[in-house]
C-alpha cells in the first residue's frame, strides 16, 4: 500500500515523520517503507493555490492508494469541538469565491451561475468525500478562506451563510485535487483554536499537533497491522 501524508506546514507532520525515521527504513527524507507499506510526506505550503499546483504536479506523476491531508485548523465555537479534537473533514467548501456586494453581502461563484453548484466534483455547491468507510474519528464539515477569521463581524456573517464546523486555508482545493484525480483520500485537522476574535494566546498549537500526530501514527499502525 502507497500513503503520502500532505501537509501545508512542516511542523504540523514533524511527529510522524520522526516516528517514520525510527519505525521505517527511509529511502529519503520524505519517503518511507515497513514490508508492502509505503509512506511518502508532502509538505505542500500554505493556501489553496501552493496546494492545488504541488497536488497537481504530484499526481501527474505518481498514484497513490491513500491521499491524508493532514494539519491543524479553527473550530467554529458554537459546533461543540474543543482544542485538541481530532476529526475527519468529510466535505469542504470555497468560502470566499465570489463577490462582495455593495451593501457588504457575499455572493457566491455557485450563486452567482458562473460555476454549476452540481458540476463535477461539485454537489450543492460542496466538495464532498465518497469514502465512508472511515469511522473511528467524528465527522465535520469544513470551509476554505484565504485569510483566516478573526473579526467578529466577518466572523458573524460567515456562520450565518455557511454551516460549518472548521475553518481552514487548503482543505477545498485538497479535496478538489483528489476528487479531480479520482484518488482515495482523507482530510484529518485537529483543532488548534476557536474562530473567534483574534487572540493568539487562546490558541494550543502543541495540543493540537500532538493529538493530530497521535492519530496518524495510529493510522499507520492499523494500516500495517
Not at 28 to 44: G, I, P, R, T
Not at 163 to 182: I, K, N, P
Request: proline content about 4%; glycine content about 6%.
Amino acid at each position: 500500500m502507497k500513503i503520502i501524508f500532505v501537509s501545508a506546514t512542516p511542523f504540523e507532520i514533524e511527529p510522524l515523520r520522526q516516528h517514520l525515521q525510527a519505525n521505517f527504513w527511509p529511502h529519503s527524507n520524505d519517503h518511507f517503507q515497513k514490508d508492502s507499506l509505503e509512506v511518502h510526506l508532502l509538505v505542500a505550503g500554505i493556501g489553496m493555490t501552493l496546494t492545488a499546483f504541488n497536488l497537481g504536479g504530484l499526481f501527474a506523476k505518481q498514484s497513490f492508494d491513500l491521499v491524508v491531508n493532514a494539519g491543524i485548523a479553527g473550530a467554529f465555537p458554537n459546533r461543540s469541538l474543543q482544542i485538541g479534537d481530532v476529526v475527519n473533514v468529510i466535505s469542504e467548501r470555497f468560502a470566499d469565491m465570489g463577490v462582495e456586494e455593495a451593501d457588504g453581502s457575499f455572493t457566491s461563484v455557485h450563486e452567482l451561475g458562473l460555476l454549476d453548484a452540481n458540476a463535477s466534483p461539485f454537489t450543492e455547491g460542496e466538495l464532498r468525500n465518497p469514502v465512508d468507510d472511515f469511522d473511528f474519528l467524528p465527522t465535520a464539515k469544513g470551509l476554505t478562506v484565504n485569510k483566516v477569521h478573526g473579526f467578529q463581524p466577518s466572523i458573524d456573517a460567515l456562520c450565518s451563510k455557511y454551516e460549518a464546523d472548521v475553518e481552514s486555508m487548503e482543505g477545498a482545493a485538497f479535496f478538489m485535487a483528489c476528487l479531480l484525480a479520482d484518488v482515495p483520500f482523507l482530510e484529518i485537522r485537529s483543532i488548534s483554536n476557536f474562530v473567534e476574535t483574534r487572540n493568539r494566546a487562546a490558541w494550543d498549537l502543541p495540543k493540537a499537533i500532538k493529538n493530530l500526530n497521535e492519530v496518524l501514527v495510529s493510522m499507520l499502525g492499523s494500516v500495517s497491522s
